[in-house]
T-cell receptor
Framework: QQQVKQSPQSLIVQKGGISIINCAYE??????FPWYQQFPGKGPALLIA?????SEKKEGRFTISFNKSAKQFSLHIMDSQPGDSATYFC??????????FGKGTRLHILP | DAGVIQSPRHEVTEMGQEVTLRCKPI?????LFWYRQTMMRGLELLIY????????DSGMPEDRFSAKMPNASFSTLKIQPSEPRDSAVYFC????????????FGEGSRLTVL
């Protein structure tokens, strides 16, 4: 069974700090790795995504780091703000076009 | 631009009743997904349509669940009979292309079965 393991389950960061969320996958049958952000009462929204031929992608304060050999990828939020408080999901899309989501990380940024 | 539209936003029903959730995908999107979200299990894919045809329904829990997509602008997810363990938030999402991984989610339908 293909899985994407996400950690930590919850995270508390001071305003201005760096938030780091990690994900790992178990096989190499994935070719696209999106991250989604979900606010309470809303649906998940695509935040940033990366393909495995790239080791890093940055969009504003959000950066994905990808380690293909270790089968790991992570989301870094620089200068974290209270408005970043949300649940974050990593995901992996397989060659057969199946999307596997991690279990999510509840991020709380202290003001 | 209108996003994915789901109805109802909230539904409270009694065990044994039929529940129908509705979804209107973004115009021009040809893939539609139904997900269920719970604290315990996270986001689970129930069924995925491409060009109105069910492609993967392996996530549909059991025969009590059924989904239809009669045309490109409408889909339903039906639970009959409903059970308390079906209580969850059900999301519909759409995307352009064949499951690119870039999904646009609706705001969800929160179902409570008493």
């Amino acid at each position: 069974q293909q899985q994407v393991k996400q950690s930590p389950q919850s995270l508390i960061v001071q305003k201005g700090g760096i938030s780091i969320i990690n994900c790992a996958y178990e096989n190499t049958a994935f070719d696209y790795f999106p991250w989604y952000q979900q606010f309470p009462g809303k649906g998940p929204a695509l935040l940033i995504a990366i393909r495995p031929d790239v080791s890093e992608k940055k969009e504003g304060r959000f950066t994905i780091s990808f380690n293909k050999s270790a089968k790991q990828f992570s989301l870094h939020i620089m200068d974290s703000q209270p408005g970043d408080s949300a649940t974050y999901f990593c995901a992996a899309v397989s060659f057969s076009r199946k999307i596997i989501f991690g279990k999510g990380t509840r991020l709380h940024i202290l003001p | 631009d209108a996003g994915v539209i789901q109805s109802p936003r909230h539904e409270v029903t009694e065990m044994g009743q039929e529940v129908t959730l509705r979804c209107k995908p973004i115009s021009g999107h040809n893939s539609l997904f139904w997900y269920r979200q719970t604290m315990m299990r996270g986001l689970e894919l129930l069924i995925y349509f491409n060009n109105n045809v069910p492609i993967d329904d392996s996530g549909m829990p059991e025969d009590r669940f059924s989904a239809k997509m009669p045309n490109a602008s409408f889909s339903t997810l039906k639970i009959q009979p409903s059970e308390p363990r079906d209580s969850a938030v059900y999301f519909c999402a759409s995307s352009f292309g064949h499951n690119t991984g870039e999904l646009f989610f609706g705001e969800g339908s929160r179902l409570t079965v008493l």
